[in-house]
């Protein structure tokens, strides 16, 4: 069965530390992979997303995930974390032939100033 | 700002009443998905609709029904709500059907069932 993992529900870090979230996928096709954030009682916002090519792929807000198929996981990554990166992240999957975009319960990312 | 837009943002509902959210998708798209989001979960997917047809469906009850219209807006009809559908309703449009393309949340709608 197709599942997400993201195993850290909560993460604290300080202001200007660097960030590693990390997303397991189980997914039988080439996956297409994707972070969203979710800022307290909003929407989803598209950091980045993954289809083919190069593994490291570069989103906005100065995020990048690196796509390791050899370990099924999507690690999102920041070297620098600001206090308004503080929210929700989510990993999704989806793969060609599926309509439908699996996620994992998301981690909740607190920033200390 | 994604371009696709939801109303209601909140509405309370008792047991057994039935609602109706709505969703305009983003200039261009013609797919409307659906997801339903508990308080501290992730989103689990309902429906899509591709140029008005259900196009997929996940691990929902058949009290939950969509339409899309002509200009690919949509529309989520829950009957016979229950306490635990209590829940953000997410919409997310995209150009085309399936995965590869990316879709583009709503803010969503606010269900709490009383």
């Known amino acids: 069965a197709q599942s997400v993992t993201q195993p850290d529900i909560h993460i604290t870090v300080s202001e200007g530390a660097s960030l590693e979230l990390r997303c397991n996928y189980s997914y039988g096709a080439t996956p297409y992979l994707f972070w969203y954030v979710q800022s307290p009682g909003q929407g989803l916002q598209l950091l980045l997303k993954?289809?083919?090519?190069?593994?490291l792929v570069q989103g906005i807000k100065g995020f990048e995930a690196e796509f390791k198929r050899s370990q099924s996981s999507f690690n999102l990554r920041k070297p620098s974390v600001h206090w308004s990166d503080a929210a929700e992240y989510f990993c999704?999957?989806?793969?060609?032939?599926?309509?439908?975009?699996?996620f994992g319960t998301g981690t909740r990312l607190k920033v200390l100033a | 700002e994604t371009g696709v837009t939801q109303s209601p943002t909140h509405l309370i509902k008792t047991r057994g009443q039935q609602v109706t959210l709505r969703c305009s998708s983003q200039s261009g798209h013609n797919t409307v998905s659906w997801y339903q989001q508990a308080l501290g979960q992730g989103p689990q997917f309902i429906f899509q609709y591709y140029r008005e047809e259900e196009n997929g469906r996940g691990n929902f009850p058949p009290r939950f029904s969509g339409l899309q219209f002509p200009n690919y807006s949509s529309e989520l009809n829950v009957n016979a709500l229950e306490l635990d559908d209590s829940a953000l309703y997410l919409c997310a449009s995209s150009q085309r059907a399936g995965a590869r393309n990316t879709i583009y949340f709503g803010e969503g709608s606010w269900l709490t069932v009383v």
């Open positions: 993954y289809f083919s090519g190069d593994t």
């Open positions: 999704a999957v989806g793969s060609s032939g599926t309509y439908k975009y699996i």
